[in-house]
């Protein structure tokens, strides 16, 4: 298996309850290593930027309004088989779906408000974590 990124965001919700160290600590005791993490407010320009694969969806304006509706956490993440790893680790999109002991069956209320975001391929993980950071924001040697 090779090394692998992948773009987690915690989201306002995650925010607002208070939860993005009990988030990470789950992350990080998967063997997740942190390249970079920042705290930031979306713009709409910026989510609807992010977002623009469900532009022609029927949830686009709601997804855009929640993800600027305060702080949220983008966190550049790597390890071997990254993007599989984390897409099981937080869980299926409805919390009601998710498995126990996942993210979003832990934390999330809602399809819409679930906790925390996760690359769904390799190749978005690369480009997701680039549309967040630059590369000389990014620690690879820990």
Do not use: W
């Not at 970079?36 to 713009?43: A, E």
């Not at 779906?97 to 978005?124: F, M, Q």
């Amino acid at each position: 298996m090779a090394i692998e990124r992948t773009l987690c965001i915690l989201k306002p919700d995650c925010v607002r309850k208070n939860l993005q160290g009990a988030v990470l600590k789950q992350i990080q005791d998967a063997g997740f290593k942190v390249l970079g993490m920042k705290m930031i407010r979306l713009t709409p320009e910026t989510a609807g930027g992010f977002y623009a694969v469900h532009k022609e969806r029927p949830f686009f304006g709601e997804l855009v309004e929640f993800m600027t509706s305060g702080p949220c956490v983008p966190v550049a993440l790597e390890k071997e088989n990254a993007v599989a790893d984390y897409r099981k680790l937080i869980g299926a999109t409805d919390p009601a779906e998710a498995e126990e002991g996942t993210v979003r069956k832990l934390y999330a209320d809602s399809k819409a408000e679930n906790i925390a975001h996760g690359s769904d391929s390799v190749e978005n993980g690369r480009i997701e974590v680039a549309y967040f950071f630059a590369e000389s924001e990014l620690i690879a040697n820990q």
